[in-house]
C-alpha cells in the first residue's frame, strides 16, 4: 500500500517543494523590504517549516533504499515531516492574512488556520491516493478524507 503511494507521487515530488524556494526567491529579487519584515516576522515558524520539508525530503529518499523492515521507520519521519510543514505553512498563512500580528490573538488565529490547512492537505493527499488507486488502499483513502474533512 504505501509503496503504491509513494509510486504515485514520485514523478511530483520535486516540483512539489521547488515552487516554495522559488517563491521565497522572487520574494527577494522582487520585493526586498517585503522579503525583510515577512521573514523577520515568521523567522522560527519560517525555519520550521524548512526542518519539516528537510525530513520529507531525506524520508522519501532513504525510504527507497533501505530493506523493507526498515521503511516503517522512513515512513514515520515522512509523516513527521509532512506534518511539521504543513503546520507551519497554515500558522504562516494565519498570521500573515492578519497582517502579521504576532499577539495572544494572531498566534492563536494562526494554530487554527495551521490545523485547518493540515486537513486540507491531508483531504487533497486522500484524493489523490482515491484517483490513483484501487481495492483496498482506495478504501482506506476513503475513510481518510471523510476524516480529515470532518
Not at 515552487?19 to 523567522?43: E, N
Not at 524520508?59 to 509532512?82: E, T
Not at 502579521?100 to 486540507?120: E, I, N, R, S
Not at 491531508?122 to 475513510?143: D, S
Request: hydrophobic share 60%; glycine share 10%; charged share 15%.
Amino acid at each position: 500500500e504505501q509503496d503504491t503511494m509513494i509510486a504515485a507521487i514520485g514523478p511530483f515530488w520535486d516540483a512539489n517543494e521547488t515552487w516554495l524556494v522559488l517563491a521565497v526567491g522572487l520574494l527577494l529579487v522582487a520585493f526586498p523590504l517585503a522579503h525583510g519584515v515577512i521573514l523577520t516576522a515568521l523567522y522560527i515558524p519560517v525555519f520550521v517549516l524548512l526542518v519539516g520539508l528537510i525530513l520529507r525530503g531525506v524520508a522519501f529518499d532513504f525510504r527507497a533504499k533501505v530493506p523493507a523492515g526498515r521503511k516503517h521507520r522512513w515512513n514515520r519521519i515522512f509523516f513527521l515531516g509532512s506534518i511539521t510543514a504543513s503546520l507551519a505553512q497554515g500558522y504562516m498563512l494565519g498570521v500573515y492574512v492578519l497582517g502579521l500580528d504576532v499577539g495572544p490573538g494572531g498566534m492563536a488565529f494562526g494554530v487554527l488556520v495551521a490545523f485547518c490547512l493540515a486537513a486540507a492537505y491531508a483531504a487533497m493527499g486522500a484524493a489523490w491516493v482515491i484517483y490513483k488507486a484501487e481495492g483496498e488502499l482506495q478504501k482506506k483513502a476513503v475513510r481518510w478524507l471523510r476524516t480529515a474533512l470532518v
